[in-house]
């Protein structure tokens, strides 16, 4: 990806999604359809600049890589004498020139490939971290250093991870298709915590210039419509659709107008997305059973109880704090006793709060997250220790990832500094 050509990143990001499900479809290899996309990007590249960007990008995309692709594989068919397999593969009518367009495609058509193209990725015969990254990859646009980052290991790793991934799928001969209803339910954990990395992703970036991007908000949203719509009676499934709504809701408010971070107790509320809020609540309601609750259920329905308080101070952090404890229980992990402890500071004083996250910090866990860091400068600040936050303020900073919340923990350490001077 040229980081020079103005906005194409973030063309790219919107439409890989949409190209690759097709490519594969085609050409029954996701190296070979990554290929093709990479082509059809360096065209686009020498061209849009001088041509103008199309208005359908997608389909542009989707054109000239299938040109490609179909050009590449008739010289290889040629070679092994399977010409009239190579025609059945990929059909001679499409244009040959990269500026036509075929305007045409069906767009049902290609939301089935994205949903194909997912469960292919988290196909069994793939290693659970596997089906996670390829996914992202495929499906996210996310680049290998970003997703290296989610997973917390190098990025040597995850190249070497989605390489033996992709061959896996190859030599395996995985198909691209939905699996039977018998086996729908049993990989649908897999695409759900898929679809809530990619969130993640676009909700809080880890890295870059912007917290927040859009985008990849909006791909998983459209994505987890498309699973809880083909899994209706799935709770787990609804309520990642509710959690990310609800969260969605809020994010035009979690920057100011510099690019600043606004914490949530100063967020503006009125300017949450109403609508989507009462969406996503509806959709708590309606999955929240009350019994063999799964992750997603606690997530949303302590999002609900953040996105439908009035205020800050309204805010039932008793409860929110509760259904940590049960999330501590029903899927463990440090980041979740992280936020009990949040939830317990607010709850019960700052000094509560405290002595979990110091039980936290001494398993090491979280040594390499700045949110550990940074939860615990911000409560030692809170009860009157500005020299200790002072140094885990640094400590934070050295492991942040975005501009914004760099910025916003350099103005903290300012005025604790200030404060122990």
Same mark, same amino acid.
């Given at each position: 990806?040229?980081?020079?050509?103005?906005?194409?990143?973030?063309?790219?990001?919107?439409?890989?999604?949409?190209?690759?499900?097709?490519?594969? &479809?085609?050409?029954?290899?996701?190296?070979?359809?990554?290929?093709?996309?990479?082509?059809?990007?360096?065209?686009?590249?020498?061209?849009?600049?001088?041509?103008?960007?199309?208005?359908?990008? @997608? =389909?542009?995309?989707?054109?000239?890589? &299938?040109?490609?692709?179909?050009?590449?594989?008739?010289?290889?068919?040629?070679?092994? #004498?399977?010409?009239?397999?190579?025609?059945?593969?990929?059909?001679?009518?499409?244009?040959?020139?990269?500026?036509?367009?075929?305007?045409?495609?069906?767009?049902?058509?290609?939301?089935?490939?994205?949903?194909?193209?997912?469960?292919?990725?988290?196909?069994?015969?793939?290693?659970?971290?596997?089906?996670?990254?390829?996914?992202?990859?495929?499906?996210?646009?996310?680049?290998?250093?970003?997703?290296?980052? @989610?997973?917390?290991?190098?990025?040597?790793?995850?190249?070497?991870?989605?390489?033996?991934?992709?061959?896996?799928?190859?030599?395996?001969?995985?198909?691209?298709?939905?699996? #039977?209803?018998?086996?729908?339910?049993?990989?649908?954990?897999?695409?759900?915590?898929?679809?809530?990395?990619?969130?993640?992703?676009?909700?809080?970036?880890?890295?870059?210039?912007?917290?927040?991007?859009?985008?990849?908000?909006?791909?998983?949203?459209?994505?987890?419509?498309?699973?809880?719509?083909?899994?209706? %009676?799935?709770?787990?499934?609804?309520?990642?659709?509710?959690?990310?709504?609800?969260?969605?809701?809020?994010?035009?408010?979690?920057?100011?107008?510099?690019?600043?971070?606004?914490?949530?107790?100063?967020?503006? &509320?009125?300017?949450?997305?109403?609508?989507?809020? @009462?969406?996503?609540?509806?959709?708590?309601?309606?999955?929240?059973?009350? &019994? %063999?609750?799964?992750?997603?259920?606690?997530?949303?329905?302590?999002?609900?109880?953040?996105?439908?308080?009035?205020?800050?101070?309204?805010?039932?952090?008793?409860?929110?704090?509760?259904?940590?404890?049960?999330?501590?229980?029903?899927?463990?992990?440090?980041?979740?006793?992280?936020?009990?402890?949040?939830?317990?500071?607010?709850?019960?004083?700052?000094?509560?709060?405290?002595?979990?996250?110091?039980?936290?910090? =001494?398993?090491?866990?979280?040594?390499?997250?700045?949110?550990?860091?940074?939860?615990?400068?911000?409560?030692?600040?809170?009860?009157?220790?500005?020299?200790?936050?002072?140094?885990?303020?640094?400590?934070?900073?050295?492991?942040?990832?975005?501009?914004?919340?760099?910025?916003?923990?350099?103005?903290?350490?300012?005025?604790?500094?200030?404060?122990?001077?």
């Amino acid at each position: 990806m040229d980081a020079a050509a103005p906005g194409f990143e973030r063309v790219y990001r919107d439409n890989a999604g949409l190209v690759l499900g097709p490519l594969v &479809r085609m050409l029954r290899d996701v190296d070979a359809a990554e290929d093709a996309l990479q082509e059809a990007v360096v065209i686009a590249l020498e061209r849009w600049p001088v041509d103008g960007g199309p208005s359908n990008p @997608a =389909g542009w995309l989707l054109t000239t890589a &299938r040109n490609r692709a179909r050009d590449r594989l008739r010289r290889e068919a040629k070679r092994g #004498g399977k010409q009239e397999a190579a025609e059945r593969w990929m059909p001679s009518s499409a244009p040959a020139d990269p500026g036509e367009v075929i305007e045409d495609i069906d767009m049902d058509m290609i939301e089935d490939d994205q949903l194909r193209l997912i469960f292919l990725c988290c196909h069994p015969a793939l290693a659970p971290e596997a089906q996670v990254a390829l996914t992202l990859r495929t499906l996210g646009g996310l680049s290998t250093p970003e997703i290296a980052r @989610a997973f917390l290991v190098p990025e040597a790793t995850m190249a070497q991870r989605l390489v033996r991934a992709k061959r896996k799928i190859r030599v395996a001969g995985i198909p691209f298709a939905l699996p #039977g209803p018998e086996h729908l339910a049993e990989r649908l954990d897999v695409v759900l915590h898929v679809l809530y990395l990619v969130f993640n992703e676009g909700y809080a970036a880890t890295s870059g210039d912007v917290l927040v991007r859009r985008e990849l908000c909006g791909e998983a949203i459209r994505l987890a419509r498309v699973v809880s719509a083909l899994l209706p %009676d799935e709770p787990e499934a609804t309520c990642l659709l509710a959690l990310m709504l609800l969260h969605d809701a809020r994010r035009d408010t979690r920057t100011d107008a510099h690019g600043d971070l606004v914490l949530l107790a100063d967020q503006d &509320r009125s300017r949450w997305d109403g609508p989507q809020i @009462a969406e996503g609540a509806q959709l708590v309601d309606a999955a929240f059973t009350g &019994r %063999d609750l799964g992750p997603y259920q606690l997530e949303a329905a302590i999002a609900a109880l953040h996105a439908t308080a009035f205020s800050a101070e309204a805010t039932d952090w008793t409860e929110i704090a509760a259904l940590y404890s049960v999330l501590a229980r029903v899927a463990p992990s440090p980041v979740v006793e992280l936020n009990r402890a949040v939830a317990i500071a607010m709850a019960d004083g700052a000094g509560a709060g405290l002595a979990r996250i110091e039980q936290l910090a =001494g398993d090491g866990a979280l040594e390499e997250s700045y949110l550990l860091h940074a939860t615990r400068a911000d409560l030692l600040r809170r009860v009157g220790r500005p020299v200790e936050a002072a140094g885990e303020y640094r400590a934070a900073l050295r492991l942040v990832g975005t501009a914004p919340e760099r910025r916003f923990l350099e103005r903290r350490l300012a005025s604790v500094a200030e404060g122990s001077g």
